[in-house]
């Protein structure tokens, strides 16, 4: 099981930093993904880390805003959230791929958590 959290509601230029944790299994051999689904549309990448911690990538509307970082020993990871756009609002949702880096590609994930909602709005 993962569960997220950290959402909550913040004044645009704000920062969040969610946590993805796993429970009942380790996210050391998993890679990790975020994805976001705001109302009325489909569930996109936001940002995945590798199992090794080697690889990492974003999507193109969050890149120098936004930071993943996992802690194996904690068998959890972050999404660091910083200058905050009212567009970024959304439920975020953490996976987790056993193919150890899934990218930002939703049908490589095999595990979801339930989300957790983020609001951004002055």
């Known amino acids: 099981q993962l569960v997220e959290s950290g959402g909550f509601l913040v004044q645009p230029g704000g920062s969040l930093r969610l946590s993805c944790a796993a429970s009942?299994?380790?996210?050391?051999?998993?890679?990790i993904g975020w994805f976001l689904q705001a109302p009325g549309k489909e569930r996109e990448g936001v940002s995945g880390?590798?199992?090794?911690?080697?690889?990492?990538t974003y999507a193109d509307s969050v890149k120098g805003r936004f930071t993943i970082s996992r802690d194996n020993a904690k068998s959890t990871v972050y999404l660091q959230m910083n200058s905050l756009k009212p567009e970024d609002t959304a439920v975020y949702y953490c996976?987790?791929?056993?193919?150890?880096?899934?990218?930002?590609?939703?049908?490589?994930?095999?595990?979801w958590g339930q989300g957790t909602q983020v609001t951004v709005s002055s």
């Open positions: 009942g299994f380790t996210l050391y051999y998993y890679g």
């Open positions: 880390i590798s199992a090794s911690d080697e690889l990492t």
């Open positions: 996976a987790a791929s056993s193919r150890r880096f899934g990218g930002l590609v939703r049908w490589e994930y095999d595990y």
